[in-house]
């Protein structure tokens, strides 16, 4: 099974094997288990401006930028984008109402993966739609030395964000690697779309809700239950994408 779906990414991507470098990971809900506080937040916080947005269809947007899914629920709501100045302070109030939570905690698997990946000289790369701060100094103490800043891409840093690519070709960038020298760790549908619209072969860990077909439907080269189970199989998987060079 993972040989047939490495086989089928080298066929569509026409690339002719990967020689991995560096390994591309969404932030929430891959290294962290801060979904579910992302999801209530956006629900209630667009609820008090009169907007619909369920718990569920929050996991849907999950990777975008804040301001893009603000103005997707206002325009399809009001037939119209969103002010600017509203778009900033819906997303200020979404800050605030996240931050009320625990902290989020470390996704099991996901300290030991990036172990293995350091041990092994392969670069691990921050891709994140998020620009939660406190997030970003979580990572830091959850995950010391891991992720360098120069090697990050953030809310602040695209213009377009997931599902463009964009947010991952910037990854290959700050990395120094191409396309076939790399793969995607993703949990959410439009960061699989993202991840393999920059032509990367991408892994969807279903941490969340949703059902693992709607991940493979996005496009996912490969599709494992949890963090814990990649880095479980880690193994395999490295061992099968290096047999590719043979």
Not at 16 to 42: C, E, R, T
Not at 113 to 140: A, C, M, N, W, Y
Not at 223 to 234: E, I, K, N, T, V
Request: negative net charge.
């Amino acid at each position: 099974m993972l040989k047939d779906s490495i086989d089928r990414y080298l066929q569509k991507s026409g690339h002719k094997n990967i020689q991995l470098k560096a390994v591309l990971f969404d932030m929430d809900g891959v290294l962290f288990n801060s979904m579910p506080y992302h999801a209530d937040a956006w629900h209630k916080v667009m609820k008090r401006h009169g907007l619909d947005l369920s718990r569920e269809e929050a996991y849907l947007h999950e990777g975008r930028t804040g301001s893009s899914t603000i103005n997707i629920v206002y325009r399809r709501q009001f037939g119209k984008d969103a002010d600017p100045d509203l778009i900033e302070s819906i997303y200020a109030e979404k800050s605030a109402e996240f931050s009320k939570n625990p902290e989020p905690e470390c996704m099991p698997g996901a300290g030991e993966i990036l172990h293995k990946l350091k041990s092994e000289g392969i670069i691990p790369v921050l891709v994140t739609g998020s620009g939660q701060h406190s997030l970003f100094d979580r990572l830091t103490h959850c995950f010391p030395g891991m992720f360098e800043r120069e090697r990050m891409v953030t809310a602040f840093d695209v213009k377009y964000g997931k599902p463009n690519p964009e947010p991952y070709l910037m990854g290959l960038e700050k990395a120094g690697v191409k396309a076939n020298e790399a793969i995607v760790v993703e949990n959410a549908p439009i960061g699989v779309q993202a991840g393999t619209a920059a032509g990367i072969f991408t892994v969807a860990v279903n941490t969340g809700p949703l059902d693992g077909q709607v991940l493979l439907d996005a496009g996912a080269n490969l599709l494992l239950p949890s963090m814990q189970a990649f880095c479980d199989q880690w193994g395999k998987v490295h061992e099968a994408l290096n047999n590719t060079l043979k």
